[in-house]
């Protein structure tokens, strides 16, 4: 199958390009391998003893403590509870800034592109720290406060970016059929452009799953203070790298059971491919009889007897 951007390639390019990603593989490869190796060989410390690899049973012990396993739950709950939580309000606050930042009123649009883009340049940790000083919110609301804010912010622009998109006949055909411009923007824009956006929009849902640890900062129990924090305080600084290890596979999970989801919703939400759609307002094809009319023939009678 041959492209319109670049040729396709001949049987020496096919070989050039089998090396590079043998050769690429081997070099990740060789380095996973060495980084391995490196981390479980025992290093000697500042005192002259001899600490153990990080992959000794030693450094692992701890995880047969049943107490370790219900913070580690405990914390991933919380994570969870904050990410829901802010997603909600993100996903009110990005239908609203996406209406507002659309308006056809300056005086409506242009205080919204001011308010967006000091939300956008803000760091969201300060943005907590702020919250949480000014208003004594607590570290949970405080976290969900900047969370929402921050990224409703990120989903608004992408809202108005699909409603931007879609072409100029979808408002005219809603306000030619009686809707108000409200009505239009709400029944027959905004559906089509969340569609279109959706994968951009549970993408940055992972973004605020991901920052949630950021709540660490001011003193939320969430999985990263508790079971990196907490657990290492409570065992010793010897099961650190194993408890980092541990709170990082449980991030990997939830991330990528989000991207999982993001990518199945995206796939269900999308036309079908080979359906025919059809636009129930458009009006039924009118055949053309006025050659059977005029001579009172039927279909079949034209061109001879039917056989």
Same mark, same amino acid.
Do not use: C
């Given at each position: 199958?041959?492209?319109?951007?670049? /040729? =396709?390639?001949? !049987?020496?390019? #096919?070989?050039?390009?089998?090396?590079? *990603?043998?050769?690429?593989?081997?070099?990740?490869?060789?380095?996973?391998?060495?980084?391995? @190796?490196?981390?479980?060989?025992?290093?000697?410390?500042?005192?002259?003893?001899?600490?153990?690899?990080?992959?000794?049973?030693? #450094?692992? /012990?701890? @995880?047969?403590?049943?107490?370790?396993?219900?913070?580690?739950?405990?914390?991933?709950?919380?994570?969870?509870?904050?990410?829901?939580?802010?997603?909600?309000?993100?996903?009110?606050?990005?239908?609203?800034?996406?209406?507002?930042?659309?308006?056809?009123?300056?005086?409506? $649009?242009?205080?919204?592109?001011?308010?967006?883009?000091?939300?956008?340049?803000?760091?969201?940790?300060?943005?907590? @720290?702020?919250?949480?000083?000014?208003?004594?919110?607590?570290?949970?609301?405080?976290?969900?406060?900047? %969370?929402?804010?921050?990224?409703?912010?990120?989903?608004?622009?992408?809202?108005?970016?699909?409603?931007?998109? %879609?072409? $100029?006949? &979808?408002?005219?055909?809603?306000?030619?059929?009686? %809707?108000?411009?409200?009505?239009?923007?709400?029944?027959?824009?905004?559906?089509?452009?969340?569609?279109?956006?959706?994968?951009?929009?549970?993408? &940055?849902?992972?973004?605020?799953?991901?920052?949630? *640890? @950021?709540?660490?900062?001011?003193?939320?129990?969430?999985?990263? #203070?508790?079971? %990196?924090?907490?657990?290492?305080?409570?065992?010793? &600084?010897?099961? &650190?790298?194993?408890?980092?290890?541990?709170?990082?596979?449980?991030?990997?999970?939830?991330?990528? +059971?989000?991207?999982?989801?993001?990518?199945?919703?995206?796939?269900? +939400?999308?036309?079908?491919?080979?359906?025919?759609?059809?636009? !129930?307002?458009? !009006?039924?094809?009118? !055949? /053309?009889?006025?050659?059977?009319?005029?001579?009172?023939?039927?279909?079949?009678?034209?061109?001879?007897? =039917?056989?």
């Amino acid at each position: 199958m041959s492209s319109v951007l670049y /040729d =396709a390639p001949g !049987p020496k390019a #096919r070989a050039r390009s089998r090396v590079i *990603s043998i050769v690429g593989v081997i070099l990740v490869a060789g380095g996973l391998l060495w980084l391995i @190796l490196a981390l479980g060989a025992p290093k000697p410390s500042a005192n002259g003893a001899i600490q153990p690899g990080m992959w000794d049973p030693t #450094r692992w /012990d701890a @995880l047969l403590d049943v107490e370790v396993w219900r913070t580690l739950g405990r914390g991933a709950v919380a994570t969870l509870t904050m990410a829901g939580v802010a997603a909600v309000f993100a996903l009110i606050l990005g239908v609203v800034f996406s209406f507002a930042r659309a308006a056809d009123h300056k005086a409506i $649009r242009v205080p919204t592109a001011i308010v967006l883009e000091f939300v956008r340049g803000m760091p969201v940790l300060l943005m907590m @720290l702020f919250i949480l000083l000014v208003f004594s919110t607590g570290s949970f609301w405080a976290g969900v406060a900047a %969370l929402s804010v921050y990224n409703g912010a990120i989903i608004g622009e992408a809202l108005r970016a699909g409603i931007k998109s %879609l072409p $100029r006949g &979808q408002r005219e055909a809603g306000l030619a059929i009686g %809707l108000t411009r409200i009505s239009t923007r709400f029944r027959i824009e905004f559906p089509q452009a969340f569609r279109q956006m959706l994968p951009i929009i549970i993408a &940055q849902l992972v973004v605020l799953l991901k920052d949630t *640890s @950021l709540a660490f900062v001011v003193g939320y129990e969430e999985l990263l #203070r508790s079971g %990196l924090y907490t657990m290492t305080n409570f065992f010793g &600084q010897r099961y &650190q790298f194993s408890f980092f290890l541990i709170v990082l596979a449980i991030y990997l999970i939830m991330n990528l +059971s989000l991207s999982w989801l993001a990518r199945v919703i995206a796939r269900r +939400s999308g036309p079908k491919a080979g359906k025919l759609i059809v636009d !129930p307002l458009a !009006p039924e094809p009118i !055949p /053309d009889t006025s050659l059977h009319a005029e001579t009172g023939a039927k279909p079949t009678d034209v061109g001879g007897p =039917a056989r």
